[in-house]
């Protein structure tokens, strides 16, 4: 054991006396010749290159490379490096590898490559003999390629390098396109034509000045092709380091990237490729319209049975989900580009024509995707393009909220979860543009000196038909019914406002205390939540803490108030008007938005949504007086139908699971009552639960 030890310390001793500069350089070259003499003695042999020393060689050239760059400084350059850089070995490597000879020898070089750039301390990107062999990167992501696994690796490291020095993502950029623009040679022909078939993806205008400013320097980038093709690779590992690898890119070098190559396009272009493979006539709307979250990432976690191949859907929403995320971390140039383009290319010159089309089953599921696109949106940029599609084109955003009240009922709730999404992104533009633009010169109210005369008498330049016809003014009430209430004198408070909207629903057709159901209170936690989501999304939006002065109606006295609701607050109402005929499903959607919109604490919205006795002006309407004038034709319908009190409970139970489907008769009008009751209760508890957290937030505002 003593000899050994000895011999071991005599053999060390020899290794650190010895003269490691010629020892190396000397091992490094004889490494290079085998290489190179294997091609002079070899002409032809189909052995894989595995099967050769070439391989072993080549890792005994990177050991000591990187062992000679370890014992020098930084800027230092061994005599290794320096043989590597003058005979151009890199170069020579690449056409090897180019050529595929032996078998696999592409895949070697590429290992080289990656394991140089990435385990090297000096920066060698910057130097002219490395960063021409990178051209490697025109070779990658080529169709049919078996070696995806290490082009991705070796794209992901030149990344990196580039990352760690900026300045020479200009020398890559330059040379990829340099190369891939000059006229090949004989022995590049082939490969210089599959490049150039691959670069043109049909599914990616090669040039839309619409969605980016687009310069003369601007050019398609082999980098950003090669990385966009592994994207989708089927090897997992491949295609997470070409995300990845964009990523990195994008999160440092947005400026660049934006203004010299056509990223956006890119991007933009790979969301439409995924969303033409949706089948849109077959899509379940409600499905899509409830789509969850589905983080890029986590088709890199699948096992199991989850290792399936993910549906057309889940890979276009998988997609959506990064190009958001990629927005988020880049710069605001580069986001504001890639969003543009995801503007142009996609909502405009797709999305659109699909919702104006004629085919019903087209504008159910363009509007199902367009309601999960909104909901799972989360980048600013992304949302700003999302809101000036929908809400700043004239054509489309008039249209969209006219079809809350299409004649397919399915549509009509496609349309109606649209409008909640939208309502619960953080973007003031969406109520300043849907309601308050309406309500700003509160010419709702009725003129001054006009507050305190009869009804009758405000009412007169109204059709007195109308009146007649209406429920409400019939006969059969020819006083309010008691069971309405009266305005209470003045200082009105919050419990007045909140017994109001509870004794809006008749004593009669109140079915919820029979089953034990809770009053309204039971909606108070629930009103909270969604109250407190109001303000949290709003507190930013510089909102006034008092109403703003009326102003008069535009039109003449005589003719009908200038006041106009808007489209969205007009078909809104329209529809709670027809609450007793509509399906149960729509119901719910319809009251779900007009709770949503009651929540906000803009004091125009409190007071034309939640102040019950509001004056308004001639011809005017609040959620207020059409909820009365339901409940007048309410009460007109219910006396056709006999045991209404049992048939409300039954259709309650039903609704709860408590019982079966017997085939209520007037099934419709049932369910449309219950709405009815339980919508009252929670517009109550919203009053209830706003007045103190208004009163806070004004407090902090302060």
């Excluded at 340099?178 to 006229?183: E, K």
């Excluded at 409830?290 to 998988?318: K, V």
């Excluded at 969406?430 to 010419?443: A, H, M, N, P, Y």
Aim: aromatic fraction near 6%; charge should be negative; glycine fraction near 4%.
């Amino acid at each position: 054991m003593e000899a050994f030890s000895k011999l071991t310390s005599m053999l060390l001793h020899a290794l650190e006396t010895r003269e490691p500069t010629v020892d190396l350089l000397e091992s490094f070259v004889d490494h290079w010749k085998s290489i190179t003499n294997y091609y002079i003695e070899t002409r032809e042999d189909d052995r894989p290159v595995k099967q050769t020393d070439i391989p072993w060689h080549l890792r005994q050239m990177l050991d000591i490379l990187v062992y000679e760059d370890k014992q020098q400084a930084v800027e230092d350059t061994g005599p290794c490096v320096e043989y590597l850089l003058q005979h151009k070995l890199l170069e020579t490597l690449c056409t090897l590898g180019k050529a595929q000879f032996p078998p696999g020898m592409f895949q070697q070089v590429l290992l080289f490559f990656s394991k140089l750039l990435s385990q090297m301390q000096k920066p060698l990107l910057q130097l002219l003999n490395v960063y021409r062999p990178v051209q490697l990167i025109r070779l990658c992501a080529l169709p049919g390629s078996n070696t995806e696994k290490e082009e991705a690796q070796f794209l992901l490291v030149v990344c990196s390098r580039v990352k760690q020095d900026p300045h020479t993502l200009s020398y890559v950029l330059e040379l990829a396109y340099q190369t891939m623009a000059r006229t090949p040679t004989s022995d590049q022909s082939q490969y210089s034509i599959q490049a150039s078939n691959h670069s043109t993806d049909p599914a990616q205008p090669s040039s839309q000045s619409d969605c980016s400013n687009v310069g003369p320097v601007q050019s398609e980038s082999a980098l950003l092709s090669a990385l966009m093709q592994l994207t989708k690779s089927q090897k997992a590992s491949a295609s997470l380091k070409a995300y990845e690898s964009l990523l990195l890119l994008c999160g440092s070098f947005g400026e660049l990237l934006s203004s010299r190559t056509q990223l956006g396009e890119l991007l933009a272009g790979r969301l439409l490729e995924l969303y033409s493979l949706v089948p849109l006539e077959s899509l379940d709307p409600e499905e899509v319209q409830r789509w969850p979250q589905t983080p890029w990432s986590s088709q890199f976690s699948r096992s199991g049975a989850d290792s399936s191949s993910p549906d057309h859907m889940t890979n276009f929403f998988s997609w959506l989900d990064f190009l958001d995320h990629l927005v988020t971390e880049s710069p605001q140039v580069l986001a504001l580009q890639v969003a543009r383009c995801v503007h142009q290319l996609w909502l405009v010159e797709v999305l659109q024509p699909q919702l104006l089309h004629t085919c019903e089953q087209v504008i159910l599921g363009s509007t199902s995707v367009l309601c999960a696109t909104v909901r799972l949106v989360r980048s600013q940029s992304l949302l700003d393009q999302l809101v000036h599609f929908l809400l700043r084109t004239e054509t489309l955003s008039q249209l969209l909220l006219q079809r809350c009240d299409h004649i397919s009922d399915q549509i009509s709730v496609a349309s109606l979860s649209l409008v909640d999404e939208l309502l619960q992104k953080p973007h003031g533009d969406i109520l300043d543009v849907l309601v308050l633009s309406f309500l700003q010169r509160r010419s709702y109210l009725c003129p001054p000196g006009q507050e305190d005369r009869p009804p009758e008498r405000r009412e007169e330049d109204e059709d007195s038909e109308d009146l007649e016809e209406d429920p409400f003014f019939s006969d059969s009430f020819s006083e309010p019914p008691p069971l309405l209430p009266r305005p209470p004198p003045s200082g009105l408070g919050s419990a007045d406002v909140v017994n109001s909207f509870l004794c809006l629903v008749p004593v009669q057709v109140r079915s919820a205390d029979l089953l034990k159901e809770g009053g309204y209170e039971s909606y108070v936690h629930d009103a909270h939540t969604l109250v407190t989501q109001c303000q949290t999304l709003s507190r930013s939006w510089k909102w006034p803490l008092s109403l703003p002065p009326s102003s008069p109606p535009s039109s003449p006295p005589g003719e009908e108030s200038g006041f106009f609701e808007g489209h969205l607050l007009k078909v809104l109402f329209d529809r709670l008007g027809r609450i007793l005929e509509q399906p149960y499903e729509l119901n719910l959607q319809l009251t779900a938005v007009l709770s949503r919109l009651s929540s906000f604490s803009h004091p125009l919205i409190h007071e034309y949504l939640l102040d019950p006795y509001v004056h308004l002006s001639p011809c005017s309407r609040s959620l207020f007086s059409v909820l009365i004038r339901v409940m007048g034709e309410l009460m007109l319908r219910v006396q056709q139908v006999s045991n209404v009190t049992d048939r409300l409970v039954d259709a309650r139970k039903h609704l709860l699971g408590l019982k079966p489907d017997t085939g209520l008769e007037h099934l419709t009008l049932l369910r449309g009552v219950i709405v009815l009751e339980e919508f009252c209760k929670e517009l109550a508890a919203i009053v209830f639960v706003k007045t103190p957290l208004d009163q806070d937030l004004n407090q902090d505002l302060d």
